[in-house]
């Protein structure tokens, strides 16, 4: 059974249109996780929500956004896509407690820009 | 957290053990080290995490040199469905959320 659920698997939209990629768990985990990947790197965190407290990370540009409704879900809203925000979206979550931080991944949302 | 080193790319005959070795001779007292992999078009999965015992899990070993300088990882009888990019990542035992800072990875290609 998934855990970390991602929609939809491809998205594509068009030059300047917002877009918002959704991610769900059912884990009851506190942190969730954006991260996005370009073709053939490594992933790379945008920002993450501890219970309610939102962490951007330093040099995640503004046109990302995030909203996180409740415990389960979390939204990431691209304001005014440009071609190089195409990308795979990677959602994950995790429950922390001293001495285990594991992150669980979704499948990830491939993010199309024409 | 500490940076590693991993070879850009292995091979392994199906069946044969893998060793995916790591390097992260910076790692501090409190760092663990934990291995995740991420196959063609799928998220990370987390594979295995240690501090500076060898740990086993039903995926794979993980060996950590006694220095702590080092580690690897062992899949004991590769598959086709272990092909797949291999992260070894340091960060510290924490209370707080704290990123994953993934490398460039190993990129693993089990064969026939």
């Known amino acids: 059974d998934a855990m970390v659920i991602q929609n939809p698997r491809y998205q594509v939209t068009q030059f300047g249109k917002p877009v918002t990629l959704s991610c769900s768990q059912t884990l009851n985990h506190n942190v969730m996780y954006w991260y996005q990947q370009k073709s053939s790197q490594a992933p790379k965190l945008l920002f993450h929500y501890y219970d309610k407290d939102f962490n951007n990370e330093a040099d995640t540009p503004d046109n990302f956004q995030s909203r996180r409704p409740n415990t389960s879900f979390c939204f990431l809203d691209i304001r005014s896509p440009g071609l190089g925000d195409a990308a795979m979206y990677l959602c994950?979550?995790?429950?922390?407690?001293?001495?285990?931080?594991?992150?669980?991944f979704g499948a990830g949302t491939r993010l199309s820009v024409l | 957290d500490a940076k590693t080193t991993q070879p850009t790319s292995m091979d392994c005959a199906e069946g044969r053990a893998a060793n995916l070795p790591c390097n992260h001779s910076t790692i501090s007292g409190n760092e663990y080290v934990y291995w995740y992999r991420q196959i063609h078009s799928q998220g990370p999965q987390y594979i295995i995490h240690?501090?500076?015992n060898n740990e086993t899990n039903e995926m794979a070993s993980l060996i950590i040199t006694e220095d702590r300088k080092s580690s690897t990882l062992i899949l004991p009888h590769a598959t086709l469905r272990d092909t797949a990019v291999y992260y070894c990542i340091v960060r510290g035992r924490t209370g707080t959320a704290s990123k994953l800072t993934f490398g460039t990875g190993t990129r693993l290609q089990v064969t026939l």
């Open positions: 240690g501090l500076k």
């Open positions: 994950a979550t995790s429950r922390v407690a001293l001495g285990e931080n594991i992150q669980y």
